[in-house]
């Protein structure tokens, strides 16, 4: 099985494709750049999900749902928004199928065209914008902290599995305040739970940025991300955190009196991650033999492989095994499955990334032993079966922890600080990474470099330091680096 | 606040409505019959859906995602099904927006029209077997057992909140099997989980019964259903379990080899319930001073006022009260507001549907009591301090069953045998509710009754008895009663 997945040196885009089709996480659908998240794949997201909506409940949001579609000219409402989304949507004229008078099965309906078409939303800012001038009147109305889960639509060109999808699941909040102070730090806050999110559960580092005028969302004033980077040197954007002032306050009249009774525009943000996070999961700790799942979001973090095969003094044991492990709360199952192989069955749990497996063999019953084996390192050891759980326990936050410092030195080593036009060219083409260097601020400048090179600005780091410098490119000044890499 | 809710007596569906959006579960979007679920209906819904999620994995289910879009043909792969589907529904029929040439906003771009029209899913099962095509090759790959939380979309012409919108979420299991016996079993095993939800989580009894030919899914061979009875002598249909049969597999070609060796058609079940079961809810427990809901369901449980207002001897107690609380998984909140007024608080709590509030004032706690009311009978109690938490855990499960227990002697109350047309046509005009009749069997027959009387045969129980009777329309023999109602 295992075999059969393309080595990352050879072709690190078919490897990643492997993975995701063959540890049965997705597959290509019916529907041009729809895919299918299968069962394993949809429960490593549930896992994340579920996290998230944790951390976003402990802060004080709450979850609501608003409708599929939006009116088309809503699109047309916030300037900067429109130009931005409403070029690649799928568009809904019609609403009613009818026989096909030449007997070929059924075609639309010409008589049931819609007045104003519906756009499927690509984000929600509009619909909800549009609602939320129901739901505020006064500065006692505020904040508003909502968030949703839901699926969008963006009729994306090329695609490729989680990572650029035309359906995608995704949360995206909206949350509307009194004071700009306040939206600006609610900006911040999130930008922190995705962090400590992606470097706590996914154990993938992030940089804290902010992205330049180029790069913003579409009707935000500024755009705040988490950048991560994947093992084959190119980075992903993985979450963004947007301000955005007054400007859907402004398109929808949203307006609130406030204390001095004086009516004022809301302050607006909006934030969100999607299943994207899956191909960042997948691309920062995978091998060439399978997925790896870091413990805190494996829906199965410990198997038991009965070797040769289950018995009934082996499935003893293993139950005795699995309540311990279960009164910890590690998930974990026993495979009764009695036409395998152990090899084979090694190699299957391998591919799907399951963190620790444990092979029990009467032999080992006998010595009160088993054998432990990481996915992470591929390490086995013996280890006594007396207090197994314990030790188990204290792996899988081991492995969490080096998956952690593999992927965070494998970015130390791939961010190199350049301060010339040919080292910037060197770096990109040799080892990849992050390259950060003086940029000056200038949209034509980072165009330009962008055509040379492909690399574009990933961010400008949140907590960089003063240094003065001179353009890269230009050569013009400069007062901190930027972030610069080839991105997903 | 209270006391502009529409009494049930006066206007039952304005109630409802009234309930509804100023409860917060609910309210009308800018999109023709889609709706925006707020927060506090959300946070209901959530609950259905968390604990039906738990149900349906203890039996062995996984979630997975499948595609928001069909292509259209496949609608017409299942003779029957597209006749119940592909009427009304929402049809993709481009994928990009410009810039209108006479400068209005933004108009469909007439060079993006997709080769094939995509529908926005009604319903899976076409797009959801075509993949289990690719899933399935022998009886090893066998049972699939797979549920997706999902968006739904139906062009219904008069909508209601959540009892019948264009856009609603559900889930929906679709499972495939390798005998016939297994599918049949399968359909059974989630109608009684639903039925269990139904009653011991939404403390609403229900009917278990089989469709008539006339009432089954689009596509199936026998549709199973749970149906409850709402307050004003409607019916509601619940949820729905189907039997397949093999349609679908011949539909999409779906073989498998068994374990002789032998290919041959898989069998297949297709399961939902809706957002539609938060109007059941609804129109099952509460009153004219607002929502009721069940303790088993409710976001909050327990909520502690100040009387007058807040201060730092009533918090601390509230605080030591929360604790007790919360070690026994009971949720509760303290209302901090300072503004306004005990009498205004009481109202507002009752309309959400809060089921136990305590009132707790200085005097209150000199004296070692907490005054304790009950959202079901709003019936108020002095109760000592301490020991309050096991008091309020009792009372919870307490009206839980009560809840429940009225609702079903509503339901004896109101399900009437009779066995004339005239008779009939007294009881659905009068008390209204469930009536058991006896019919002959016949299509014909159930149609003509609908048009005289407006009711439908809501199903054929699943444990009725045999016994020897005439047809309630046509006199002809029949062997077992039914039960028709008006409904929802």
Redesign the interface.
């Known amino acids: 099985m295992a075999k059969e997945i393309t080595a990352r040196a050879d072709d690190y885009s078919q490897w990643y494709i492997d993975i995701v089709k063959k540890a049965g996480l997705a597959?290509n659908?019916?529907?041009r750049g729809?895919?299918?998240?299968?069962?394993h794949g949809?429960?490593i997201w549930?896992n994340m999900r579920d996290q998230l909506d944790r951390m976003f409940k402990e802060t004080g949001h709450?979850?609501?749902?608003?409708?599929?579609?939006?009116?088309?000219?809503?699109?047309?409402k916030e300037a900067e928004h429109?130009e931005g989304f409403?070029?690649?949507?799928?568009?809904?004229?019609?609403?009613?199928?009818?026989n096909d008078p030449n007997g070929n099965?059924?075609v639309?309906d010409p008589e049931a065209k819609l007045e104003e078409?519906?756009?499927?939303r690509p984000t929600s800012e509009t619909?909800i914008w549009?609602?939320y001038r129901?739901w505020i009147n006064s500065y006692r109305d505020l904040p508003l902290l909502?968030n949703q889960w839901?699926?969008v639509?963006r009729?994306e060109m090329r695609t490729r599995l989680f990572l650029r999808t035309a359906?995608f699941?995704w949360q995206e909040g909206h949350t509307a305040h009194a004071t700009k102070a306040e939206a600006v730090e609610e900006t911040l806050k999130i930008l922190d739970i995705y962090a400590r999110f992606a470097e706590e559960y996914m154990a993938m580092p992030v940089l804290k940025g902010v992205k330049t005028i180029n790069e913003r969302f579409a009707g935000a004033e500024d755009t705040y991300c988490i950048e991560a980077l994947m093992q084959d040197g190119k980075a992903l954007q993985a979450g963004t955190s947007h301000f955005l002032g007054q400007n859907f306050a402004k398109a929808f009249e949203v307006k609130f009196q406030n204390e001095n009774n004086e009516e004022e525009f809301v302050w607006a943000t909006s934030w969100g991650v999607s299943t994207r996070l899956m191909g960042g999961l997948v691309m920062t700790h995978s091998d060439d033999d399978g997925l790896i799942i870091p413990p805190k979001l494996a829906p199965m973090q410990v198997v038991i492989v009965p070797i040769p095969k289950p018995n009934e003094v082996i499935g003893e044991v293993a139950e005795k095994i699995m309540r311990a492990l279960r009164d910890k709360g590690i998930s974990v199952q026993y495979d009764r499955d009695m036409t395998k192989r152990p090899g084979f069955k090694f190699a299957e749990y391998e591919l799907k990334g399951i963190p620790v497996r444990l092979g029990l063999g009467q032999r080992d019953i006998e010595n009160g032993q088993v054998e432990v084996a990481r996915r992470d390192t591929k390490e086995k050891s013996s280890v006594p079966l007396d207090g197994v759980a314990d030790y188990v326990e204290k792996l899988l936050a081991e492995i969490q922890q080096n998956l952690y410092q593999r992927a965070y030195d494998y970015r130390t080593e791939h961010t190199t600080r350049v301060d010339s036009f040919e080292e910037f060219n060197e770096v990109l083409d040799g080892k990849g990474g992050f390259v950060e260097a003086h940029w000056d601020g200038t949209t034509e400048t980072e165009l330009q470099i962008k055509e040379l090179t492909k690399a574009t600005i990933r961010c400008i780091p949140i907590d960089g330091e003063e240094e003065a410098g001179k353009c890269v490119l230009s050569g013009k000044p400069s007062k901190q680096r930027v972030v610069f890499a080839r991105a997903y």
Chains 1, 2 share one sequence.
Not at 62 to 76: E, G, Q, T
Not at 117 to 120: P, Q
Request: charged share 15%; with cysteine.
């Open positions: 597959d659908s019916a529907v729809c895919m299918v998240i299968k069962p949809f429960a549930e709450v979850n609501a749902y608003f409708p599929l579609f939006i009116p088309k000219s809503f699109l047309s429109v409403a070029k690649e949507c799928a568009v809904v004229t019609h609403h009613r199928l009818m099965g059924v639309v078409e519906l756009i499927v619909i549009n609602t129901d909502i839901a699926n639509v009729w359906e699941l």
